[in-house]
């Protein structure tokens, strides 16, 4: 769950101060806690980039596997299927320019930002050498859910040690400095993205991870899914309107890396 989902609160954006629709990027890396997080909370902006010529990537901190409310759920099995549902969504999102999908596999719930794991994420980044990172908002206050927070401290704390060419030297491989990260689900949202035209696009992602038409979506039936899909819709619209868009995504934005 992400905060470009609806049900989170009404954010107080005036469409002042905020700066607008990054050039886009020759490749972006975006970096969930869970397996339909990354679609939640930026799915339209990287379809719009991936549709301009974006290679979009996904990095997937944790296995996923306590996302049912099947208290007899086969945990293996979830997490294997969520793998697939996530490689899936990727190929809806980005079409041809769908790019790598990497799992950590860190226990889902468990996620720690400890040294090893910002290094494993810094290791991804160096590898793939993004120019943009998004990743979930460390500081988005009162959230419950850990893996959300430690996802988003590994997505900042493993730039730092990406860029930084003495940081994890046992990687091997050059450092490389992204140029932007942009924070979902962002505290204190100070850009936007126009992502008219490609809600659907989100929403068709969003749905391959079918194994969360209960718990997350809560969408059991096809009216449920409609009604999920016009909240995913309304959502993203509500957010457009300060700034005269049809429908946008808000993210904070970090560009001095
Ligand atoms: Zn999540």
Redesign the pocket.
Known sequence: ??ANEPGQPPLRVTGADFTSELVTPASALAI???P??VEFGCGGLLAKWAAAGCVVHHLVCTDGAKGTWDVEADTVALARRRQEEQREAASRLAGPNAGEVRFLGHVDGELSSSLEVRSQVAQVIRELRPDVVLGHDPWKRYRL?P??RHAGLLACDSIVAARDPHFDRDHGIPHHRPAALLLFEADEPDHVEDVTGFVETKLHALEAHVSQFESTMHATDDHGLETFRNRIRDRLADLGVPFDLDAAELFKLIDDL
């Open positions: 769950m992400a969930g806690a869970h339909d997080d859910h893996d959300h």
